[in-house]
Nanobody, 114 residues
Framework: QVQLVESGGGLVQPGGSLRLSCAAS????????MSWYRQAPGKERELVAV???????TYAASVKGRFTISRDNAKNTVYLQMNSLSPEDTAVYYC????????WGQGTQVTVSS
């Protein structure tokens, strides 16, 4: 049974930082491309960042230069380092694993507010 468990969300002030983690189990982690998505209230879910099996990364324009996605295949974990956070980054953040099928985590709430 595949499980993706996100953690690290919370309340942070504008300009602050958070690091999200997504721990995977039940799959051969190193063979999956991993992504972070987010969904703000009343909005569609949007892609934030992707990391390939080889470590190549892609970012949404809105987060480029502020967010960094990384993976640790030994720990079956993907990370999202988020810096210079703004209220517009407030959302539920989800990780996704994709190979032939895709799997989603349950999400972690990030709230940026003073």
């Amino acid at each position: 049974q595949v499980q993706l468990v996100e953690s690290g969300g919370g309340l942070v002030q504008p300009g602050g930082s958070l690091r999200l983690s997504c721990a995977a189990s039940g799959l051969t982690f190193s063979t999956y491309a991993m992504s972070w998505y987010r969904q703000a209230p009343g909005k569609e879910r949007e892609l934030v960042a992707v990391i390939s099996t080889g470590g190549s990364t892609t970012y949404a324009a809105s987060v480029k230069g502020r967010f960094t996605i990384s993976r640790d295949n030994a720990k079956n974990t993907v990370y999202l380092q988020m810096n210079s956070l703004s209220p517009e980054d407030t959302a539920v953040y989800y990780c996704k694993a994709r190979l032939l099928r895709q799997y989603w985590g349950q999400g972690t709430q990030v709230t940026v507010s003073s």
